[in-house]
């Protein structure tokens, strides 16, 4: 069985582009959770989607972050305008049961705002 | 306060020692503990779920203390390869049950 995947692996934007990151869950997973690990801190939630619903996006910031989880293919993190402070490593986790206790995460797609 | 915190370490033991890390929660609304492992650039990893009436998977004991908020794991007989970032993380309750709070890390180097 396939893992949580994430693509891209590792990701340079220039200031104000826009990133786009993928995350394909486990097989049969239908719950994505996304966080972001900045430099020597730990992981802070953004965003819990469950098929074509943001169910928590407590943690997203306001401006410029955007998630969706569409029916067909995996869900997405987009963020706009990129400022070197987005650079970080971004996992994104699943899982079986809604509110997923055990959540599995993917390796993680590394943004470097230059 | 951190909602979750962990002393950062980091904590360099020799092979076949015996290694405690503890962590604090801030919520006491929190209903699910768990110790995940990170190695370096890569993602965490569960090692184990917390229980107050506490659980050991082999060399690891995890305890739970409700009334102290308090988390511990105990590693017996440290392994070269046990070297990772251990991370505490607490369950967020109520609307945010499916968000895991993580604490900032431990870090463990185990010597030969």
Redesign the interface.
């Known amino acids: 069985n396939a893992g949580v995947m994430q693509n891209p692996r590792h990701l340079v934007r220039r200031r104000g582009q826009e990133a786009r990151l993928r995350c394909s869950p486990m097989k049969g997973h239908s ?1 994505v ?1 996304w ?1 972001r690990q900045l430099p ?6 953004m965003v ?1 989607l469950q098929k074509e619903n943001i ?2 996006e ?2 997203m910031p306001k401006e410029r972050f955007s998630a969706e989880f569409p029916k067909e293919g995996p869900s997405i993190l987009r963020i706009q305008q990129v400022v070197r402070g987005d650079s970080a ?1 971004y ?1 994104c ?1 699943s ?1 079986l049961q ?11 797609t ?1 943004l470097l705002v230059l | 306060r951190k909602e ?1 915190e962990q002393d950062p370490g980091p904590f360099n033991v020799p092979e076949g020692a015996t290694v405690a890390f503890n962590c604090t929660y801030s919520n006491s609304a929190s209903q ?1 503990f768990f110790w995940y492992r990170q190695d370096c ?6 090692l184990m ?1 917390v229980y107050s009436s506490g659980n050991e998977d082999g060399r690891f004991t995890a305890q739970l203390n409700r009334a102290s908020q308090y988390i511990s794991l105990l590693i017996r007989d440290s392994k070269l390869s046990d070297s990772a970032t251990y ?1 505490c993380v607490a ?2 309750d109520g ?11 431990t870090k463990l180097s185990v010597k030969p």
């Open positions: 719950h959770y966080y020597e801190e730990g992981l802070k939630f819990y169910i928590d407590s943690g490593a996992f986790a899982s809604p509110h997923g206790e055990t959540q599995y995460f993917g390796p993680g590394r | 979750v699910s650039r890569k993602e965490p990893k569960l779920s991370l369950r967020g609307g945010s049950q499916g968000n895991l709070i993580f604490g900032k890390g």
